[in-house]
């Protein structure tokens, strides 16, 4: 079965204590991405990465590292977490086909079942 | 940057139609997707668009107007369980690894 799998699903953990989300994607895709969801902000983008090796920032990078050493992993690191990183987190991953007219349902992106993530 | 806009909530009966708008203010466009999201869930795809004009698919329709920077979602027949949150984002052409999200349309379905 297609699928992109996260974990934790659930994480309550202290201020500074270093963690790591793990995504793992069986779909052979080239593109995976991190968002974070909160109330009222909608889906927000963390990182993502275009192929092995290849990563870049979104719009609220800041307070998260990743890494891309393998097609199928993209693991989300808070090297100290804090408070206001309490949200939802959502990996996903999808095919990566530019030709305009033609892409379609090559895009979409596929969303693990999230985590939730309490820093206290 | 991008803004994405979209209402916070829609009500409709169920049987009926109901329209979510999106309108976009992006630096560059490649691509509109929609996805549903119900309460505690994973978002899922629902359509796709990058050339202007109607995508229908069952009960779903999205339609795109790049001159406009607009678009809609189209729900017909509803039903109780299309109440969910319903997401529009936005690939700007200039960063295709980028995608942006608006806020989400809950849509509320009543018997």
């Known amino acids: 079965e297609a699928q992109v799998t996260q974990n934790p699903r659930y994480l309550i953990t202290v201020t500074g204590k270093k963690l790591t989300v793990t995504c793992s994607q069986n779909?052979?895709?080239?593109?995976m991405s991190w968002y974070r969801q909160d109330p009222g902000l909608g889906l927000r983008q963390i990182y993502y990465s275009m192929n092995v090796e290849v990563t870049d920032k979104g719009d609220v990078p800041e307070g998260y590292k990743v890494s891309r050493k393998e097609k199928r992993n993209f693991p989300l690191i808070l090297e100290s977490p804090s408070p206001n990183q309490t949200s939802l987190y959502f990996c996903?991953?999808?095919?990566?086909?530019?030709?305009?007219?033609?892409?379609?349902?090559?895009?979409?992106?596929?969303f693990g079942a999230g985590t939730r993530l309490s820093v206290l | 940057g991008q803004n994405i806009d979209q209402p916070t909530e829609m009500t409709a009966t169920e049987g009926a139609i109901v329209q979510i708008n999106c309108t976009y203010q992006?630096?560059?466009?490649?691509?509109l997707f929609w996805y549903q999201q119900h309460a505690g869930e994973a978002p899922t795809f629902l359509s796709y668009n990058v050339l202007d004009g109607l995508e229908e698919k069952g009960r779903f329709s999205s339609f795109l107007s790049r001159s406009k920077g607009y678009s809609y979602l189209l729900l017909k027949e509803l039903q109780m369980k299309d109440s969910a949150s319903y997401l529009c984002a936005v690939r700007a052409s200039d960063s295709w690894g980028k995608l942006q999200f608006g806020a989400g349309t809950q849509v509320v379905v009543t018997p």
């Open positions: 996903a991953s999808s095919a990566q086909y530019r030709r305009d007219s033609d892409s379609g349902t090559k895009n979409i992106q596929y």
């Open positions: 992006t630096s560059g466009f490649n691509g």
């Open positions: 779909m052979n895709h080239e593109y």
